[in-house]
């Protein structure tokens, strides 16, 4: 634990220096959280406004079965929350990344692998620390940011069915269970790739693709074809899960010692 | 302390790895405990190779080594618990101060006493009074020194020193050296890879000269005499050429010539020889100036090894 503790130390001491980093950490917390509440304050005049049916709203077909009895205010707001949902999905898998791809390639472009390969630390405590470094803060802010949001719509005006919406499981899971999920995955993905580059700009760049498969899934759900049930969400969470395994179980795999001295260049 | 039969390392090389790169062949070697052992080859001899496999960096191809007691290959975490290394480029965390580096290490070694081995370590070296600045500002003799540190902090029985003063100005390069003294009077086991071969000479027990296998290895002393035997070079006023065949009788004369107005003699035992010499020279009505040894640094020695070893392959 002492070694993990170590690196963990060692990672943010060093990264939380990096402007890049630091920029990360902030803005997509507040841009991510501010979005929707916006959303909501500018679409939500109240439940009792014009109670047209939500089939007038004009939201795409697909997604007005989701909408059940709510009207077309409520279901519009449903609508712009489902994506928001996705969006602050980015908070998970993006700081990890830039933190880990970060902490790599840093340790590559001062040589310092080798001294600390000479000591006593076992490989799995290396990863091990190197990857809760990203991981914590990637978990703790998307927490975090979602606490600020629920406490921010608090001070708007919601319906009944909109606010349930927003308590209901599908946005709990997705926070508390897919946000670590995808964090573990970013930190991974960011790992295997920052040990192929050395450049942190073109880590982070590469690293970022990890975000595709989200947008792609946020393009679905703007088209109205897939709506963010609490099926969806336990498809989700199951599937990252695997590949999070995976992910993981690679690493140990990958990464042995002589791997990481002579390979990481 | 260090123990090794016949390691080799094997590199694949290429795009696809088929190509074989041996660094090093076959490497026996056995260094004592307290002893200062230079490791001395060209660049690219495969000595850094050799130090990373003997610290359980990288795995030997074939062959087996025991560190401070430790099999190398089985128990690869006691071996790095009890060596200390100075890499070749001893990275640093360049944002983050001396004292902070020394932390980090101290706990990844398990030192005991974190703050008390950082601050032994940093007043040792002299870095007492920057010791909150980041490493980032150092030059490059406080960083060595700093890496110097770093290897030691864990007070391990045997230290690796790859290249300890490549790249520093003589006065950097001297106190790096001094330190090293100093540790060799505490009964430390230093391994150090040089191409100065001054130092070497100066600092190590027994040197090794190397390029990818062991070409030689021995006190620099009798390097020194198993190549060369010893010159004796007499100064004289005048030189008749008629004394070099009558020297060249005398006993224990390998080799006489003339330089200048120098005899220069070639001989076993200068103890035994320059009695008798001196005496011929007086009897004959030669006029002695000086009398001295020609020495042959290391250096002349080392060359000489590495050209003979060079063969047609480089
Ligand atoms: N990870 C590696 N992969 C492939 N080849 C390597 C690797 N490390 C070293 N080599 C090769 O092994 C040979 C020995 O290299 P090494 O670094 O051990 O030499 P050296 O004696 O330390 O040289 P120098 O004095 O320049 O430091 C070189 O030909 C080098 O290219
Ligand atoms: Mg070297």
């Given at each position: 634990m002492r070694h993990i503790r170590t690196i963990i130390d060692k990672e943010w001491a060093e990264v939380f220096k990096n402007r890049m980093v630091i920029m990360t950490m902030a803005l997509l917390p507040l841009l991510f959280t501010a979005i929707p509440l916006l959303m909501l304050a500018f679409t939500g005049n109240g439940s009792q406004s014009v109670d047209l049916p939500a089939q007038s709203s004009g939201l795409p077909a697909g997604f007005?079965?989701?909408?059940?009895?709510?009207n077309a205010n409520e279901c519009m707001q449903v609508y712009l929350l489902n994506q928001s949902m996705l969006m602050f999905m980015m908070m998970p898998l993006m700081i990890p990344t830039t933190i880990a791809a970060y902490s790599i390639v840093g340790e590559k472009t001062t040589r310092s692998l080798e001294p600390l390969l000479a000591t006593p630390i076992t490989t799995l405590e290396l990863l091990a620390g190197k990857s809760l470094a990203a991981f914590i803060p990637g978990v703790l802010i998307t927490y975090g940011a979602y606490a600020v949001f629920l406490i921010g719509t608090h001070f708007l005006k919601i319906s009944a069915a909109v606010r349930a919406y927003l308590l209901s499981p599908v946005w709990f899971l997705g926070i508390l269970l897919l946000g670590p999920l995808l964090a573990v995955i970013g930190t991974m993905f960011a790992i295997f790739i920052s040990s192929r580059v050395s450049d942190p700009r073109v880590a982070e760049q590469l690293s970022g693709l990890v975000i595709l498969p989200l947008m792609l899934v946020l393009g679905i759900v703007l088209a109205g074809l897939l709506v963010i049930n609490l099926w969806f969400m336990l498809i989700s969470i199951l599937v990252c899960a695997l590949v999070a395994y995976a992910l993981l179980h690679l690493g140990t795999i990958v990464f042995d010692r002589e791997n990481i001295l002579t390979k990481w260049k | 302390m260090i123990k090794t039969q016949k390691i080799s390392k094997t590199f694949r090389i290429g795009k696809k790895g088929q190509t074989e790169l041996q660094a090093v062949q076959n490497l026996t070697l056995e260094v004592d405990k307290g002893e200062v052992f230079g490791f001395l080859g060209p660049n690219g001899a495969g000595k850094t190779t050799t130090v990373r496999m003997l610290t359980a960096l990288i795995r030997p191809s074939t062959g087996q080594a025991q560190i401070a007691g430790y099999e190398l290959g089985k128990q690869d975490t006691e071996i790095r618990r009890n060596v200390g290394i100075l890499t070749e480029s001893p990275g640093m965390y360049e944002r983050l101060s001396a004292e902070k580096n020394l932390t980090i290490f101290a706990n990844l070694y398990d030192v005991p006493d974190v703050a008390q081995a950082v601050n032994k370590y940093l007043s040792m070296l002299g870095l007492w009074e920057r010791r909150y600045d980041a490493v980032g500002s150092f030059s490059k003799g406080m960083r060595q020194k700093l890496a110097v540190a770093r290897a030691l902090i864990h007070e391990p029985q045997i230290l690796f020193l790859?290249?300890?003063?490549?790249?520093?100005?003589p006065e950097a390069a001297k106190t790096v050296r001094n330190f090293i003294e100093e540790l060799k009077t505490q009964g430390r086991t230093i391994f150090m890879t040089t191409h100065n071969l001054d130092e070497a000479e100066r600092l190590c027990d027994r040197v090794g000269i190397f390029r990818q296998q062991l070409l030689t290895l021995d006190t620099p002393a009798n390097l020194r005499k198993q190549l060369f035997g010893r010159k004796v070079v007499f100064h004289l006023r005048e030189v008749n050429p008629i004394w070099v065949e009558e020297v060249s009788k005398l006993d224990g004369i390998s080799h006489v010539e003339i330089v200048e107005n120098k005899l220069v003699v070639s001989m076993q035992d200068p103890e035994q020889s320059n009695p008798i010499i001196i005496q011929y020279l007086v009897g004959v009505g030669a006029q002695i100036l000086f009398v001295g040894e020609l020495r042959h640094s290391l250096e002349q020695i080392y060359l000489e090894m590495v050209k003979t070893s060079q063969g047609g392959s480089l």
């Open positions: 007005l079965a989701a909408c059940e009895d709510m | 790859d290249e300890p003063t490549t790249g520093l100005d």
